[in-house]
């Protein structure tokens, strides 16, 4: 168990505050997870802000202002209304579920965050590790608070702030270096992070009714904006040995970009301090994430990365000209609201007098669209163990780049679930992102045993969690079949092979596509065993190269029936 | 929030260098901006439009015509005197839809007088200026070819809804976005003139800067502001001068080879790269008031103007940037 510093309802409430305090210098805060704490802190932030519900449905007349449809009719001219942009001026507005939030909504909140004047809520209800709010609002606002696991839920106050903002002097240099050095080995990236923490400080100077920051001030502005944003674990040593750069450079890193020395002049006491202060409220998942260095493969920001999954919802969006059928439907207000207008021209055409009703015709009618859905989502589980040879490793990742690069034609996205060892993981979540695919891929070591059965059921996961969403799942499993390792890490062969034929009977009764690749240079029953089970094809490719590969598994695509 | 000076932004030279060419030379067809977020993308990119020289314009007309405008399109520009006005910038939203960017029927002037009317959209706003895309690679597809269609053709055409207008719209496109959330159509890449890549400044005293810099804005804007117009005002008459500059400037035999000779060692597709390598260098030259366009500005310019434009070879590991500066550095040492 992590050590917790408090109640996370001790830290919000202390978020709030400070939001409370400069709501447009820190732009609001994101609470994730349902609770009645959170419910206590919202309530006790209505009282010292207004808040404006802003409903996930909303369209951007509402949002933005513009001509009120409704009144406009009954007046028979044209009656504006100001958007909720507009109304919620000097208070903030709250979205709840804002893990399903549209990119459009998304969009306009970011521009008027970045216009100034507007602070917003998002209440994070995700229940999946990989739902997040949309990053480019979590990204600008300030706070991120998780309440899911508060205990407590009586007496949330926000208790008034003893000074002003305007009246903390600004930080000195040591200070400003030293979070800088924090957000550093905290790998956040963001400047944004950055100049939120340095606002946070003078801030809590500010409740504190002090007039300039001290100590105790930057170690809570670390905990409560840049420890949520880490990616990865700050370094055990003390910082005059700056971490090397995380194994990832980005693909095209020119090499003056790579300048991240300096950092030997910081004085590593307070910065020290500071990092352990972050390290202390780091939530305790993503800990575990980082300790296994999961998360620096991520994202640069707190649940970045996870757009596309929030955009591929079957959301509808706005309505289109066109004819209702082929599956279209008609779209009733919006075709009432494209008629309207020109009902005063018509009526005078046709010479029909007013009371004739609304004359409509061919080009008013509107049909619904949804949003757009990826068709299908290839999950490629990797054999990387010592018996698939690296040399095959290195086709295999070929195949898979191949494959994301007809993405774009084909709307397809891929995944990639990776075993070898003792364990199974989900390295790359569906994605069409060639920069991000490659990155993965490259990372991806070989060597170890064959936990054949732990991959297949990776696998099956990230396939559930797809068909879930209402798309359709493949798997093409790249391995030599020989599976030594079983589903609970034991080793032993005749195990192992139980369990994998256990898992992957499991995949055949969720009824999924599968493909089998023997990828060993001389191929042996089992792959073609382990296809059966499965109830997929088999293909042996002794002496493929990645083309070929990705050639054959254009071929057997699609796979028989279309889930 | 006050805009932040241009001038005030630190770092980030490649990307201020190609906002800037783009506005010497707007022909060069716009600005891909990637990076992460909060690398001062938009900031760069909204700092641009407080900066530019002003230009004159039609009266009242809501396109922003110019004497050449109002002859071409004598029925939507109008014959309003010339007044001087701001460079338009347009910021559109991701969600903006198809009637908010092409324009549409005008309803209040529908409802109250039965009038079929066009009421310009964000295109006619951003005429002879910029339009700005954050997120650009989440854009709906439909939405993006539109905006293709009207950048390359400089005018915007709408037909729908009973309405029948042509208006001109020549804007620069200023896109950004994040490659790891989803890339952006090859097709549309190369459509871009110019392209950037942004990182989050790695150097603490850089970024100790930054955060120094926007605290000083957000604790008085209008003194932060004066404490940079002067600069603004230098980059402002620099634009200007390089705009005055770039037709008196023809690229050379020897540049055109070099330019040429880049393109095929890189293995840039399409002639398009050329062309936009040829006119990046050449405003380059303009907007450092050089007397002739050279290697040296070529050189200063290729990554962006061709980075986007390499085939992808998915195997291939190496970046675009590092095949671009070998190939430099092979051809000219």
């Known amino acids: 168990m992590t050590p917790e510093p408090a109640d996370p309802l001790d830290e919000a409430v202390l978020a709030a505050r400070l939001f409370v305090l400069a709501p447009a210098t820190f732009k609001g805060m994101t609470l994730r997870g349902s609770s009645p704490a959170r419910e206590a802190l919202v309530a006790a932030l209505a009282e010292a802000l207004p808040l404006r519900r802003l409903p996930g449905h909303v369209d951007d007349e509402r949002l933005l202002g513009g001509i009120d449809l409704a009144s406009s009719l009954a007046a028979g001219r044209p009656v504006r209304q100001t958007g909720l942009i507009e109304e919620a001026r000097g208070g903030a507005l709250i979205a709840g579920m804002a893990e399903r939030m549209d990119g459009s909504i998304a969009g306009r909140l970011a521009q008027a965050l970045d216009d100034g004047g507007t602070a917003l809520v998002l209440l994070d209800d995700a229940a999946e590790p990989d739902d997040a709010p949309p990053a480019s609002l979590t ?28 009246d903390v002097a600004p930080l000195d240099d040591a200070t400003l270096r030293a979070l800088a050095a924090t957000a550093e080995a905290l790998g956040v990236d963001s400047l944004r992070a950055l100049i939120h923490t340095g606002e946070a400080a003078r801030g809590l100077a500010a409740l504190a009714g002090r007039s300039v920051t001290d100590i105790s001030d930057h170690a809570s502005a ?8 880490a990616t990865r674990l700050p370094p055990e040593e003390a910082p005059e040995a700056p971490p090397d750069e995380p194994p990832a450079p980005p693909p ?87 008629a309207v207008p020109w009902q005063a021209v018509r009526q005078r055409e046709s010479g029909a007098s007013a009371s004739s009703g609304i004359i409509m015709r061919k080009e008013d009618l509107r049909i619904r669209r949804f949003e757009e859905r990826s068709a299908r989502v290839t999950i490629f589980a990797v054999d990387a163990s010592g ?10 990742k070929g195949a898979v780049e191949l494959m994301l690069g007809q993405a774009y034609v084909t709307r397809s996205e891929v995944a990639l679930v990776a075993f070898r060892g003792t364990s199974a993981e989900l390295l790359l979540p569906p994605t069409r992102s060639l920069t991000r695919a490659r990155r993965t891929l490259a990372e991806l070591p070989g060597g170890g045993g064959t936990p054949l059965a732990m991959g297949l059921n990776a696998a099956r996961e990230v396939a559930e969690a797809v068909i879930a ?4 799942a493949a798997l093409v499993i790249l391995t030599d079949g020989r599976a030594n390792i079983a589903a609970d890490g034991s080793p032993g062969r005749p195990q192992a092979t139980a369990d994998a034929e256990t898992a992957a009977k499991a995949i055949a009764a969720r009824g999924i596509d599968a493909l089998v690749v023997d990828i060993s240079a001389r191929p042996g029953p089992e792959g073609a065993a382990l296809a059966a089970a499965l109830g997929g094809r088999f293909l042996a490719l002794p002496r493929a190269d990645a083309r070929m590969l990705q050639a054959a598994i254009q071929a057997v695509q699609p796979l028989g029936k279309a889930a | 929030m006050a805009r932040f000076p241009f001038s005030a932004i630190v770092g980030q030279d490649e990307m201020k260098q190609a906002l800037l060419i783009a506005a010497v030379d707007p022909s060069i067809g716009g600005v891909m901006v990637f990076g992460d977020r909060g690398t001062g993308k938009s900031t760069a990119a909204r700092a641009l439009a407080g900066l530019l020289p002003p230009i004159m314009a039609a009266d009242g007309c809501p396109y922003g015509a110019s004497k050449e405008d109002q002859a071409r399109y004598p029925e939507v520009c109008g014959r309003g005197k010339m007044v001087k006005r701001a460079v338009p910038f347009v910021d559109m939203p991701l969600g903006a839809t198809e009637d908010r960017v092409i324009g549409s029927l005008d309803l209040e002037r529908a409802l109250r007088s039965g009038e079929k009317a066009f009421e310009p959209g964000l295109l006619a706003k951003a005429h002879r200026g910029f339009l700005y895309i954050d997120e650009i690679n989440l854009l709906e597809d439909h939405l993006v070819d539109l905006l293709l269609d009207v950048a390359a053709s400089g005018e915007n055409v709408v037909e729908r809804e009973g309405l029948s207008v042509r208006h001109p719209a020549k804007f620069v496109l200023i896109g950004s976005g994040n490659p790891e959330e989803g890339e952006l159509r090859p097709q549309l890449l190369d459509r871009f003139g110019l392209s950037v890549e942004v990182r989050t400044p790695k150097d603490i005293e850089v970024r100790i800067e930054i955060m120094r810099l926007v605290a000083a804005n957000e604790a008085d804007p209008e003194a932060f502001a004066k404490r940079w117009a002067e600069a603004d005002e230098t980059i402002l008459k620099q634009v200007a001068k390089g705009k005055a500059r770039l037709p008196k400037l023809t690229p050379g035999e020897d540049v055109l080879r070099d330019a040429a000779e880049l393109c095929l060692a890189v293995g840039a597709d399409g002639l398009r790269g050329e062309l936009t390598l040829m006119r990046a260098a050449r405003a380059m030259a303009a907007l450092e008031g050089a007397k002739k366009v050279t290697r040296k500005h070529l050189i200063a310019i290729a990554p962006s103007a061709l980075r986007h434009r390499l085939r992808r070879d998915v195997l291939d590991e190496t970046g675009s940037t590092t095949r671009i500066t070998r190939a430099i550095a092979e051809l000219f040492g």
């Open chain 1, 252 to 338: 095209d890193g020119s090499p003056e970009d790579q300048s991240n020395t300096d950092q030997q002049q910081q004085e590593p006491d307070l910065s020290d301090i500071l990092v352990e202060a972050a390290k202390a409220a780091i939530p305790a998942g993503l800990l575990e994430q980082l300790a296994q260095g999961k998360a620096p493969r991520r994202a640069q920001s707190s649940g970045t990365g996870q757009k596309r999954k929030a955009a591929t919802r079957g959301k509808p969006l706005g309505a289109r000209p066109g004819m209702p059928r082929g599956g279209h439907k008609l779209a009733l207000i919006d075709s009432l609201r494209a």
């Open chain 1, 469 to 472: 969403r209402g798309r359709s």
């Open chain 1, 387 to 396: 018996s698939a040879a690296a040399a095959r490793l290195a086709e295999a």
């Open chain 1, 222 to 229: 670390v905990r409560l904006v840049l420890a949520p944003r």
């Open chain 1, 139 to 166: 990204e600008r606002l300030a706070f991120t608070c998780d309440l899911t696991h508060s205990r407590r839920w009586q007496g949330v106050t926000l208790a008034a702030p003893a000074g002003a903002l305007a």
